[in-house]
């Protein structure tokens, strides 16, 4: 079993930036792919990034290549999602995720959060 509690989300300008945290808990966090997913009203959930348990390897969509970052710290079982260049498209409820599998489906996930609102600015 893994707990799951994102923080971080807010109310931002256009083009700025926020970090969110995904504090894990659970005697096998570290081997789980974690992933970062979103969901605007009235649209489907989304695949935003995952990273390996290792974090060598990470996963991006292509709306968000190269503004958002992941980042794993296994010492402190958190996942960070590092959120620069913001949109007003990005506004959503933000989920953390964890799964046995690498992907970007949210059907490879075990585990999720309860989320956390971003909301952009124009």
């Known amino acids: 079993q893994v707990q799951l509690v994102e923080s971080g989300g807010g109310l931002v300008q256009a083009g700025g930036s926020l970090r969110l945290s995904c504090a894990a808990s659970g005697r096998t966090y570290s081997r789980y792919v974690m992933g970062w997913f979103r969901q605007a009203p009235g649209k489907e959930r989304e695949f935003v990034a995952f990273i390996s348990w290792s974090g060598g390897r990470t996963d991006y969509a292509d709306s968000v290549q190269g503004r958002f970052t992941i980042s794993r710290d296994n010492a402190k079982i958190t996942v960070y999602l590092q959120m620069n260049s913001l949109k007003p498209e990005d506004t959503a409820v933000y989920y953390c995720?964890?799964?046995?599998?690498?992907?970007?489906?949210?059907?490879?996930?075990?585990?999720w959060g309860q989320g956390t609102q971003v909301t952009v600015s124009s």
């Open positions: 995720a964890a799964g046995g599998r690498y992907g970007r489906s949210w059907l490879e996930y075990d585990y």
